[in-house]
């Protein structure tokens, strides 16, 4: 069966770059479906980051301005997501997750357990 | 951005009965060329990721019991549970899928009456 596992510093300091991997197993992600990382607040909501293909073809959340970058590595078979100067607005438990086909405009139907961060000096 | 507002954010019900959770976008997820709604329901467990549960707003994902059903067009629609289930206790979310960026309902706490 597929399944995602992120993982990633636990702690990041202010105006770090946190980067985080998302292992996938049981599945290629050059399969064409797209993948996806989503955050959310502890005691909050979901927020959609950004999402990828394995033509490298990326959709980002403009809230997140430039400080997103989403990759595939196919070697490893890994999605990786990095978000830069984080601020304490960053502290969330972030999920990747695979979009249902191949489109972008589907929704996520397998989901990682998620990881903590705390963006903290 | 479309935004997605749930109601209500908390919601008690009885074993057994029937629980409505209602989902209302800013504009329409509705693409006229293929007439579907872009619009999904996720359930959440307490330290557990959200769980798809409906797509294509009344699509029944693979596994997900008769029970859950979605239903509404355009901007308005509603997540019901038939018949509530104690393992039914979750935060119930919408998401829009039709335009970037996602976006998604704040959610609706489900508890047992």
């Known amino acids: 069966q597929v399944q995602l596992q992120e993982s990633g510093p636990g702690l990041v300091k202010p105006s770090e770059t946190l980067s985080l991997t998302c292992a996938v197993s049981g599945y290629s992600i050059s399969s064409g479906n797209y993948w996806g990382w989503i955050r959310q607040p502890p005691g909050k909501g979901l927020e959609w980051i950004a999402s990828?293909?394995?033509?490298?073809?990326?959709y980002n959340n403009p809230s997140l301005k430039s400080r997103v970058t989403i990759s595939l590595d196919t070697s490893e078979n890994q999605v990786s997501l990095k978000l830069s100067s984080v601020t304490a607005a960053d502290t969330a438990v972030y999920y990747c997750a695979r979009h249902k086909t191949t489109t972008f405009y589907h929704a996520f139907d397998i989901w990682g357990q998620g990881t903590m961060v705390t963006v903290s000096s | 951005d479309i935004v997605m507002t749930q109601s209500p954010d908390s919601l008690a019900v009885s074993l057994g009965e029937r629980a409505t959770i209602n989902c209302k976008s800013s504009q329409s997820v509705l693409y006229s060329s293929n007439n579907r709604n872009y619009l999904a329901w996720y359930q959440q467990k307490p330290g557990q990721p959200p769980k798809l549960l409906i797509y294509w707003a009344s699509t029944r994902e693979s596994g997900v019991p008769d029970r859950f059903s979605g239903s509404g067009s355009g901007t308005d629609f509603t997540l019901s549970i038939s018949s509530l289930q104690a393992e039914d206790v979750a935060v119930y979310y919408c998401?829009?899928?039709?335009?970037?960026?996602?976006?998604f309902g704040q959610g609706t706490k489900l508890e047992i009456k």
């Open positions: 990828i293909d394995q033509s490298v073809t990326t």
């Open positions: 998401q829009q899928y039709y335009s970037n960026p996602y976006t």
